[in-house]
């Protein structure tokens, strides 16, 4: 793991996400599935189970039978031939993935995700589908992310024959990602005074974009080590209220919940830290404002960028004192 290469990575997605744009204008990775299909498992862990929340959660929305699964569970839902399991690694190698999928194989219709062809997941999968997201070198899964997310839109096209125009989805997020990145010296200075703290920092995202705040939370542990954690919108006022009483609360925070103004008005009475990123919220200290931000599918693919900046920020200035980097 590397830092200086993880900011490379970050600042290369948009060119990564105008040539994903183009494979699917070119084809349809998905044409291979099956014209049945009774339920989708999605397996995967991490970053891949994130994407694969968001995926089933909207699939549900449109009548299709989805979940997404931990892959180390020991209960999954049955094999049946009527079943897609959506296997998702993007180095092809996650060891729970692979065990859970070995219980699929030959007995449902397996798609593999990843972003390595010819690697593990792919062995004896019935399609396999290439993220295009190139050779993450820093070590940390951000552009694959991005790319999961945009694939698995296509794919719920697919499934409920539907066509929301995924490319131009894609161009869109890469004008976003590409804003973000060009005015960063405007906004990431400031999102990082706001942020630092002695207590660690919380991610706030509604329901269907919870992979923002999981995924967000995720780059502050493996990037800098720093303590982080997520929570979905109106949840938050049931499990993590409590912190803004006794800690240094700071949270990066995801507007677009109907239950927004729950939580920032417990955060306004105890005077705690909100961040705000792709929508203003009254009593946040400060928003991130990017271009197409009042597209909801924009800010599920676009959004965790601002995490991800302020972690590579933190993760270059320990490494230059510590000299450390590594697992």
Request: glycine share 10%; aromatic share 6%; hydrophobic share 45%.
């Amino acid at each position: 793991m590397n830092p200086e290469l993880y900011l490379a990575d970050l600042e290369a997605k948009p060119a990564a996400l105008a040539e994903l744009a183009g494979f699917l204008d070119g084809e349809n990775p998905f044409c291979g599935l099956p014209a049945h299909v009774r339920r989708v498992v999605f397996l995967g862990m991490g970053s891949s189970r994130y994407a694969a929340g968001a995926a089933a959660l909207r699939l549900r929305a449109a009548g299709v039978d989805a979940v997404a699964a931990y892959a180390s569970a020991t209960l999954l839902p049955p094999a049946t031939p009527d079943t897609l399991v959506v296997a998702i690694s993007a180095t092809g190698g996650s060891r729970e993935t692979l065990d859970a999928v070995a219980r699929y194989r030959g007995r449902s219709f397996v798609l593999a995700m990843t972003n390595r062809p010819g690697s593990a997941v792919t062995e004896g999968a019935d399609l396999v589908v290439p993220m295009v997201a190139g050779e993450e070198r820093g070590g940390v899964s951000c552009r694959t992310f991005q790319h999961t997310l945009g694939l698995l839109l296509a794919l719920r096209d697919r499934l409920t024959n539907t066509e929301t125009g995924v490319p131009a989805l894609l161009r869109r997020t890469a004008e976003a990602t590409g804003d973000l990145l060009e005015r960063r010296d405007r906004w990431l200075g400031r999102a990082v005074e706001l942020l630092e703290g002695p207590h660690g920092v919380y991610t706030v995202a509604p329901a269907e974009r919870l992979s923002s705040a999981e995924q967000s939370a995720l780059m502050f542990r493996e990037g800098p080590r720093r303590a982080a954690d997520a929570c979905e919108t109106g949840d938050w006022s049931h499990v993590d209220v409590y912190l803004t009483k006794t800690l240094d609360y700071r949270a990066l925070m995801f507007p677009g919940s109907r239950y927004d103004d729950q939580a920032m008005d417990w955060i306004r009475q105890r005077g705690s830290v909100v961040l705000a990123v792709g929508g203003e919220l009254p009593g946040a200290r400060a928003a991130v404002r990017y271009r197409h931000d009042d597209d909801p599918d924009v800010a599920l693919l676009t959004e965790t960028l601002v995490a991800e900046l302020i972690a590579a920020r933190w993760w270059l200035a320990q490494t230059q004192v510590t000299g450390g980097a590594g697992h």
